[in-house]
């Protein structure tokens, strides 16, 4: 009986290999996200309101069914069509499943920096104005996923193209806005204090990175997007953006408490009376008009709490 000559499968590495590397990407930063929620839950939280720490909780929820569905992608396309490349082209309903998690996701993380803003300003055109950014560049993602499961076809998406690139394009957009609007919000809280300047210096450098981190990658998706359309290229860093959110939301959330520490360390150098001590060694001083006639002063001191915002003189005057 001749054996039949084995099927020659195309090479793909542009699209199982994209698949397959985007989901190792997306697994470490989901242990990199397990890390932080453990932190946040442990340490971080305990100033914060109760919708907040559900937001959080919710958000972890979100990056776990959102790394399954990933999971069940790169199952459906190398375990159950195995050499079977006519099936690349096909969306199994976890895709759907991806993109509905991943919108909701992003549009949370966005909606609680808009809140951060409106703390800090008030300014509700100014909000109004970024939540309808949110929303729209929400919806033109949300609108292009759809479309995708129409279509239903992974590798023939040029009816949606100018419906994706607009929907990342208003994404990357949204995001340089929001973190260029904290920055500018917070420059003009400075005070002309080191400390107070080197606190507000540290929450701009968390802003920049949340927004700028997720512009990159959204940008990059675009890019992937517009120069190479029938691979998995951009697939495979479209299913990191919502890690990436999660984690420089997570990271900006757990870095507060440096500059709590840091606001903590300059209040312990504020003089405590309580902690005032004049010491001598065996006080018991002549009469002062003796102490004085002979040139010799007793040599007092003040101790304070360790710190570089305060020095003593022999004579216990506190010098800033």
């Known amino acids: 009986m001749a054996l039949e000559p084995p099927v020659k499968l195309p090479k793909l590495d542009n699209t199982l290999g994209a698949l397959f590397i985007g989901l190792i990407a997306a697994a470490i930063l989901f242990g990199i996200t397990c890390v932080q929620i453990y932190t946040y839950f442990v340490v971080s939280m305990k100033k914060d309101r109760f919708i907040l720490r559900s937001l959080v909780a919710f958000l972890g929820l979100l990056d776990a069914l959102d790394l399954i569905c990933v999971a069940h992608v790169a199952y459906f396309f190398t375990i159950t069509n195995y050499a079977n490349p006519s099936a690349l082209g096909d969306v199994p309903w976890s895709v759907t499943g991806f993109n509905t998690i991943a919108n909701l996701n992003d549009v949370i993380i966005r909606g609680i920096l808009i809140d951060r803003i409106w703390k800090v300003s008030k300014n509700k055109y100014l909000v109004i104005g970024l939540w309808f950014g949110n929303l729209a560049a929400s919806g033109f993602s949300l609108s292009s996923s759809i479309r995708v499961q129409i279509i239903h076809n992974?590798?023939?998406?040029?009816?949606?193209?100018?419906?994706?690139?607009?929907?990342?394009?208003?994404?990357?957009?949204?995001?340089?806005?929001?973190?260029?609007?904290?920055?500018?919000?917070?420059?003009?809280?400075?005070?002309?204090?080191?400390?107070?300047?080197?606190?507000?210096?540290?929450?701009?450098?968390?802003?920049?990175?949340?927004?700028v981190l997720t512009s990159l990658v959204a940008i990059c998706i675009v890019?992937?997007?517009?120069?190479?359309?029938?691979?998995?290229?951009?697939?495979?860093?479209?299913?990191?953006?919502?890690?990436?959110?999660?984690?420089?939301?997570?990271?900006?959330?757990?870095?507060?408490?440096?500059?709590?520490?840091?606001?903590?360390?300059?209040?312990?150098?504020?003089?405590?009376?309580?902690?005032?001590?004049?010491?001598?060694?065996?006080?018991?001083?002549?009469?002062?008009?003796?102490?004085?006639?002979?040139?010799?002063?007793?040599?007092?001191?003040?101790?304070?709490?360790?710190?570089?915002?305060?020095?003593?003189?022999?004579?216990?005057?506190?010098?800033?």
């Open 154 to 211: 992974l590798q023939n998406l040029d009816p949606i193209f100018w419906l994706f690139c607009v929907g990342y394009s208003l994404i990357a957009t949204e995001d340089t806005v929001i973190a260029a609007t904290l920055c500018v919000i917070l420059w003009g809280k400075k005070t002309g204090f080191k400390r107070t300047d080197t606190q507000i210096n540290k929450l701009m450098r968390y802003s920049i990175h949340t927004g």
């Open 223 to 320: 890019i992937t997007y517009t120069t190479m359309p029938h691979n998995f290229v951009f697939i495979g860093i479209y299913v990191t953006l919502p890690k990436f959110y999660l984690n420089a939301l997570l990271a900006t959330l757990n870095g507060r408490d440096s500059v709590r520490a840091e606001k903590s360390q300059l209040s312990s150098t504020s003089i405590d009376l309580a902690n005032i001590h004049i010491s001598s060694s065996q006080f018991n001083p002549p009469p002062l008009v003796d102490n004085f006639s002979s040139g010799n002063v007793p040599a007092v001191s003040v101790l304070v709490e360790e710190g570089d915002s305060y020095k003593s003189d022999p004579f216990g005057n506190v010098k800033n």
